[in-house]
């Protein structure tokens, strides 16, 4: 800040504006500061502050050589809102991506990138996103590839564009494997690497099949997830209770999310899935209709020690504070446990047992003996008194399992 009330480049000459003029941290002042004297005079330039819808924020200027071996510059417009660092900084410097030339694209790229991955309220970043821009753009360079931008104005291709980069933070990238390739399972196309999903299997998938392949393998809820997924369809499938696996490994819940950015009710619904699927012996809590959810594991003996308390023995849903019966896994009641007439009867004529798991009704229909129950995804066989087995993948039964 000068003496007349002006805000002044950092390193080079002072200047007027008719804006708003407003005082700046210590601590903004002290990160551009460090970023100057690190990357050199006149890097960074604080032009002035401006009201945007009432909010006075500070522009700065970003002046990075693109590469050491180019005199090419690239001027960006940063901006901070006074509140930062408890709120993100905006990148605000670009107007067309399509009259861009590729360096410059590729710098608007990462800047988006690293903003987007290296903000965290209340802890300063600009000096992390110099660091991460300079570096990642030189790899670039040095390797002659270029980052993928939308042709379309800087607002409208901010959320497609972190979304497409995303990938890049799957590794951490340096000379030595920014060029390396894979091909994807699926459509067998070699790529590079850092711009694929990597899933804990080994297995490769290319954005294309990523996102496209699951409306044709997972037309209902009942289908298993074999191999890539697009985003309306894993939308779809968070109401089924079957993990998403490649390789019978369950594909990581941050590359789901990072993905699709679901609803925080279904991600919600889908992690209880997880663990009910990982609990032994899982007991649901009888109110379905308003709960339904997991109470906890319990075999045999404990639900015969809970059934043998006094007052009829029941099990409490921490969640909705309704106890449900240890015998039935109906609300709890008074009196012995009276079968419903029509289940019986049900039972009788059709074609139905109890999962041996976590109990719940099963009718068999149709099909082979390998039973999936949807409640608690355990697997078992129908013609051997409901034994559960180790799931090997669907196709992949000896011939033994079924005599």
């Known amino acids: 800040m000068s003496g007349d009330g002006q805000l002044k480049f950092i390193g080079v000459p002072s200047f007027t504006t008719d804006f708003e003029v407003v005082d700046i941290s210590d601590e903004i002042k002290e990160e551009l500061t460090v970023i100057n004297s690190i990357y050199g005079d006149g890097t960074w ?83 992390e996103v110099m660091e991460y821009v300079t570096e990642r753009s030189a790899l670039l360079d040095d390797c002659g590839m270029l980052l993928v931008a939308d042709p379309r104005k800087s607002q409208d291709v901010k959320p497609s564009l972190i979304d497409e980069l995303q990938w890049t933070n799957w590794y951490d990238l340096d000379v030595s494997n920014i060029a390396a390739e894979a091909t994807c399972t699926v459509c067998m196309d070699e790529g590079l690497a850092f711009r694929m999903a990597p899933l804990p299997c080994g297995c490769y998938y290319c954005i294309t099949c990523f996102n496209g392949r699951l409306t044709l393998i997972y037309p209902s809820k009942s289908s298993r997830l074999t191999g890539c997924f697009n985003i309306a369809g894993w939308k779809v499938a968070f109401s089924s209770l079957e993990p998403y696996t490649c390789c019978l490994e369950r594909v990581p819940v941050d590359l789901i999310v990072s993905r699709i950015n679901p609803d925080p009710n279904d991600m919600k619904r889908y992690s ?14 009888a109110y379905f209709k308003n709960c339904g959810k997991l109470i906890g594991g319990f075999d045999e003996k404990a639900l015969r020690l809970a059934a043998s308390k006094r007052g009829g023995g029941g099990i409490l849903c921490r969640s909705c504070g309704l106890w449900s019966c240890a015998k039935c896994r109906t609300p709890k009641h008074t009196g012995d446990c009276v079968s419903d007439p029509d289940m019986v009867k049900l039972f009788e004529t059709a074609d139905i047992r109890r999962c041996p798991k976590c109990s719940e009704a099963i009718e068999k229909n149709g099909g082979c003996p390998h039973m999936n129950c949807r409640s608690c995804g355990s697997h078992w066989w129908w013609k051997k008194s409901g034994a559960l087995i180790p799931f090997k993948g669907y196709g992949l039964h000896d011939d033994d399992d079924w005599l």
């Open 45 to 127: 330039e604080i032009e002035t502050t401006y009201s945007e819808n009432g909010n006075s924020k500070i522009r700065t200027r970003l002046r990075l050589p693109l590469h050491p071996d180019f005199e090419e510059e690239v001027s960006l417009n940063i901006v901070l809102p006074l509140a930062y660092p408890n709120e993100p900084p905006e990148f605000k410097g670009v107007s067309k991506w399509n009259k861009l030339p590729p360096r410059k694209r590729n710098i608007c790229s990462l800047v988006f990138l690293a903003i987007h991955e290296l903000f965290e309220p209340g802890g300063v970043c600009m000096y």
């Open 272 to 285: 209880r899935m997880l663990v009910a699927r990982d609990t032994a012996h899982p007991f649901f809590c």
